[in-house]
């Protein structure tokens, strides 16, 4: 957003307050419109937490190379290990999730107080 983008939408909400149209209340479209795409990315993030289920476990048969083994052991630990892709995404949507609650009961304040 250019500076003159910024100063023009300050002055125009000015206007609407000195004119007294301003109109700050939300309406339930708005609501939804922030609240659906929170939504659907914490349903996108569950996805792909699900599909890492698994990696931490290599099927089939692994030759008795010392490499081989390092190999399985480090992609396990990526996996589900302290800072892997599992509790990252976990903690992700714990995150993500207070977020989506915080601005439902935000916008609920909002649209009940007229």
């Known amino acids: ?7 023009s939408n300050v002055q125009a909400i000015e206007d609407d307050e000195k ?7 939300l309406s339930q479209e708005t609501s939804e419109a922030w609240i659906t ?15 890492t289920n698994g990696l931490d476990a290599v099927p089939g048969a692994i030759p008795k190379l010392k490499s081989a083994e390092d190999t399985r052991e480090n992609l396990a630990r990526a996996v589900t290990g302290f800072g892997g892709v599992q509790p990252a ?5 714990k995150y993500q999730g207070e977020l989506a609650k915080a601005v439902k009961s935000a916008h609920d304040l909002l649209l009940n107080s007229g």
């Open 89 to 93: 995404l976990e903690d992700h949507m």
């Open 37 to 51: 795409p929170m939504t659907n990315f914490h349903l996108a993030l569950e996805s792909v937490r699900d599909s």
């Open 1 to 7: 957003m250019a500076i003159g983008d910024y100063t």
């Open 19 to 25: 004119n007294e149209k301003a109109d700050l209340k």
